[in-house]
C-alpha cells in the first residue's frame, strides 16, 4: 500500500511539472507570437509607407517619416494588408501648402503674356533669313 501511495505521489509530482512546463511553453509561445505579430506590422507598414512615397514622387523620403509617424502609430491594416488611409495622408502631404515642396510637382505650363507661343513648329512656314537684306528683314519680323 505505501509503494502504491509513493507511485501515485510521483505520478502527480510528474503530472504537475508537465503542467507548469505546458504553462512556461504556452508563455513563452505567446510572447513569440506577438513578437512575430509586431514585426509582422512593422513590415507591412514600412513597405507600404516606401510605396506610397515613390508613387507621391517624395524628394526625400526620410524628410517625410517624421511628418507621418502620428499617423503610423495608429494606423490599421486591413485584411489585405493595406495600411488604410496612408495614400490620402500621403497626398494630403504632398498637396500641402506648408509641406509640398517635400515631393515633386508637376510643372505648369508657363503663360506668356503679350503673345502666343506657337504649339506645333510644322505649320509655321519655312523662311530663308539669310536671303533676305536688312529692309525684308524688318518688315519680315515688325510685320
Do not use: W
Amino acid at each position: 500500500m505505501k509503494e502504491a501511495a509513493e507511485k501515485f505521489l510521483n505520478t502527480k509530482e510528474i503530472e504537475l511539472k508537465m503542467d507548469q512546463e505546458k504553462t512556461e511553453q504556452n508563455l513563452e509561445n505567446e510572447r513569440l507570437i506577438e513578437k512575430l505579430q509586431t514585426q509582422l506590422r512593422e513590415k507591412t507598414l514600412s513597405a507600404a509607407l516606401d510605396l506610397a512615397l515613390v508613387k507621391a514622387k517624395a524628394r526625400k523620403p526620410e524628410t517625410v517619416l517624421p511628418l507621418l509617424k502620428n499617423f503610423l502609430n495608429d494606423a490599421e491594416i486591413d485584411e489585405k494588408g493595406q495600411v488604410i488611409g496612408l495614400n490620402e495622408a500621403v497626398m494630403a502631404l504632398a498637396r500641402g501648402e506648408k509641406t509640398g515642396f517635400l515631393f515633386e510637382q508637376p510643372e505648369k505650363q508657363t503663360e506668356f503674356a503679350g503673345f502666343k507661343p506657337v504649339g506645333d513648329v510644322s505649320q509655321v512656314p519655312a523662311v530663308d533669313l539669310a536671303g533676305m537684306n536688312y529692309q525684308q528683314l524688318c518688315e519680315h519680323f515688325n510685320g
